[in-house]
């Protein structure tokens, strides 16, 4: 079966945004066996939309159309669907009360506007939105199936997950797709493609894609077979060696993110953990603190942003930052040592260097940072320079904080 | 004039991949005065990519192609579009005998298959290409243009700017074009859209595209007239009743985030912040210290995700938390209070809070946040109940902290 994604919104047509919401899609169509055929972005405009539906419903099985489901005059896509397929429109008053509802239970008062997005296709099913205003729908005749999704993500990801995947699982013929991401801490993008290309070109099923962000990449493995078991088998055989030759570079096989693998490592053993941050200013412990129950092992944070608080919080000697400056493994050690025992943390991580785009008067090139991790053994520090913007460098930075502290709890068993 | 972007490749269909190339397009075109009207993403696949073709030309004036010029089978884009418009394909021996010296440059022998790239639909001009083997090609009839562009973006662009742009300027009617971006916080969409609607709903000219995230909202102006000072006046005319009607909700008319503009606000009044974070786990700090040269006002944040750290770190009373709550507006205060103290920041900013999903004991709802700021005059406290998924939650509480912060540096002059 074939699909055709349609993102709505004039705001997709500026030169500033890009429609990402049908990589996900993508990415849960393939993994129903869908393959999406055509991609399109239309401006909030009745004629252009009715006429991409129209066309997409006559050549592929499964529309899916995000966005414009909205309160205002430029949400069009009721209408347009409507329009496109010779239905009519049907205000439902139990969504109008469910939005007031909605509205009183965060004590504010529904605008008249949003009465609008309580006309529903006729004939369509109502797709619930517990994360926003606007509800889906899902139509069905012979042979295809229209679905109208939000275009916030997240509401459109739970909408989607929740009540289009099931459907479409009944409908779908069946074929057995594995995916397995291994991800990767530690290594450059092209580095790690030259160790592991000779491997995966072999295969065109599974399809490989690799992923690079700052410090982390992903090496997606993606079989379709008739059944689970070829799939699944067929996946291992190119990822058991890729595994081999990349050995402890790998942090997971189930997608979890680096801040959930560390946390998964704390949680078993009991370990708590704090931060000092300088440079990242927030973003390690704010990495950290992303991953639900993380309060079961993180106790807390330093963002030491001024050289005068990792004095009078951390206890750095201001001698040590005189004589070494305040981006020095000198002042790092200082710095996971203090928060380690201002906490009684197990663990703790400190991270303090230059992001730039100033160099503001270190010595150091911009990118450069010293990495510290303190436990009862005492502290290493590791240096790099990293490359990139400021918001890049900082991520490789909080990347590196972790994976250090991955691997020291992987190797002390 | 309208102009629509078709990027051509299966590859683009994938989970992984956006096509970036119109972005740079659309920017391109907009400078130009012309609109993108839709935009669309086919795979490798003759028939489709030919009706693509067909209905972009019967409606939109400017149609740019991009990508599968390459020599292989894939590379569909020559035939689709001759098919297209019924035009017939015509080997030139000169464009085969260019890429073969191009192959001996670089001391290969060109591939048999490299000749697919001499074919040039009839009457279409050749647009050489540098820095590639895939020359480009503009088709002209009364009314339309259609281009075929290279898919590599450095071809892409180098094609384009040189060849299409100068093209394009003789054509293009001449329009000047001014865009201005009012950013708002504190306010809902659905709130804000009843309110301005009524302002912006009577014009055409300038178009008004509203963009709203977590807690911030953008309303994008862009007139498009035959003068700069024609634009400009059309903007203002529209932007200043909206910026009336919204008041102190609107926090920059020039495209700066919330993070910039209180940077702005503090480095002016040479006044100096500190943060203690517990739900948000360093979001708020990692935000303010986004922003280059924070550290002229930024002096650092207190992450105390356990109570322990509350108490420890900010002298929050042990007998607060017990009476009230970890997420209580008494805690928020002493939070707040406790920041300024240790730090002797003019402002400290407090946000305690659940993010969720779980409630963690704690009686109130998931979403239930308390915000503080603390200055010379005392200390003020905010309870709110977000809506939204933990990270989502997490953008409302730090945008608000920073929005009672911007409030109050506007109000005390």
Redo the contacts between chains.
Sequence with gaps: MNAEIIAV????????????NS??L??QL?ELGV?????????D?LE?LA??VR?AVS?SEIVVLCGGL?????DLTRDAVAAALERKLIYHPEIAAALEQRFA????K?????KRQAFVIDGAEILPNE???APGQWIEESGWYVMLLPG?P?EMKAVFTRQCVPRLARIVPKMAIQTLVLRVAGMGESDLDQLIAPVYRKYQNPAT?I?AAAGDIQI?LRARCPSEEEASALVEEVARPIELLLGEHVYSRNGHSLDEVVGELLRERRDTLA?A?S????????R???V????DY?????????S??KV??LGVPEETIARCGAVSKETAEAMALGARR??GATYALSITGLA???S?GEDAPVGTFCVGLADAGGCVVLQRVFPGD??RI?QFAAQMALDMLRRRMLRSG
């Design positions: 919104g004039s705001e997709l047509l500026t030169p500033e945004r890009v429609d990402t990589l996900f993508t990415d393939n393959e999406v055929v055509t991609k399109c972005v239309i401006g405009d252009r006429d991409a066309r050549r909205g309160p205002t005059e430029d239970q965060f004590r504010r529904m605008a008249e506007v949003n994360r926003g205003t916030p997240h894609t992923l997606r931060v941050e440079a990242t200013g927030g973003l390690l412990a704010e950290i603190t992303s639900p129950g993380s309060s993180f106790l807390g944070g330093f963002i030491t942003y001024a005068r608080m009078e919080w201002r906490t730039g785009p100033d503001g400021r918001a900082r």
